[in-house]
T-cell receptor, first 116, second 111 residues
Framework: DTAVSQTPKYLVTQMGNDKSIKCEQN?????MYWYKQDSKKFLKIMFS???????INETVPNRFSPKSPDKAHLNLHINSLELGDSAVYFC???????????????FGPGTRLTVL | GENVEQHPSTLSVQEGDSAVIKCTYS??????FPWYKQELGKRPQLIID?????GEKKDQRIAVTLNKTAKHFSLHITETQPEDSAVYFC??????????FGKGTRLHILP
């Protein structure tokens, strides 16, 4: 069974379009994340949600809007796509921070976004 | 904010030799240090982690050491095998509950 899944796996679109990436986890985790991995493989956190509530919002353009309908889903909507948005986007989830601190993050398979 | 530096960016070792990847961090409040392995075209996966109350942790051929005073931690892979070829990321937690990743090390195991 897939623990963290994302759709689509590949997304090719024109500049200026609006697109969404969906993420679902069946691990029962409370916290979900979106990361952007650029062509140099640098992994940068974009957003973090805990129990449907936004807890981290890094400096990303407001064209990016995460939406969490329930704690098992965290979707990423991107408006007015630009060339620089081309990257691989990873969703991840983890157990809520406990007394011992952070826990392992489980990543989805990634969505390769190409903006033409 | 937290800054995680990782070196080297690329590392080539002969099969059977050891590989060492080093990271430094800036936030003295960091208390969790995971290492992730990302094979080509795949997702990052946790291979080992260490918390600040421990100086060393080992899991078969992989070990991690942590020096909190110097704010650096290292990944050691012994008896390297072809399947160890991948990009490896160190990471550190921050006081505001984020995980910050290093820029990655591309490890090549040479036959």
């Amino acid at each position: 069974d897939t623990a963290v899944s994302q759709t689509p796996k590949y997304l090719v679109t024109q500049m200026g379009n609006d697109k969404s990436i969906k993420c679902e986890q069946n691990l029962g985790h409370d916290t979900m994340y979106w990361y952007k991995q650029d062509s140099k493989k640098f992994l940068k956190i974009m957003f973090s949600y805990n129990n449907k509530e936004l807890i981290i919002n890094e400096t990303v353009p407001n064209r990016f809007s995460p939406k969490s309908p329930d704690k098992a889903h965290l979707n990423l909507h991107i408006n007015s796509l630009e060339l620089g948005d081309s990257a691989v986007y990873f969703c991840a989830s983890s157990q809520e921070l406990g007394l011992a601190g952070h826990n392992e993050q489980f990543f989805g398979p990634g969505t390769r976004l190409t903006v033409l | 904010g937290e800054n995680v530096e990782q070196h080297p960016s690329t590392l080539s070792v002969q099969e059977g030799d050891s590989a060492v990847i080093k990271c430094t961090y800036s936030d003295s409040a960091s208390n969790y240090f995971p290492w992730y392995k990302q094979e080509l075209g795949k997702r990052p996966q946790l291979i080992i982690d260490i918390r600040s109350n421990v100086g060393e942790k080992k899991d078969q051929r992989i070990a991690v050491t942590l020096n909190k005073t110097a704010k650096h931690f290292s990944l050691h892979i012994t008896e390297t095998q072809p399947e160890d070829s991948a990009v490896y990321f160190c990471a550190a937690s921050t006081e505001d509950d984020k995980i910050i990743f290093g820029k990655g090390t591309r490890l090549h195991i040479l036959p």
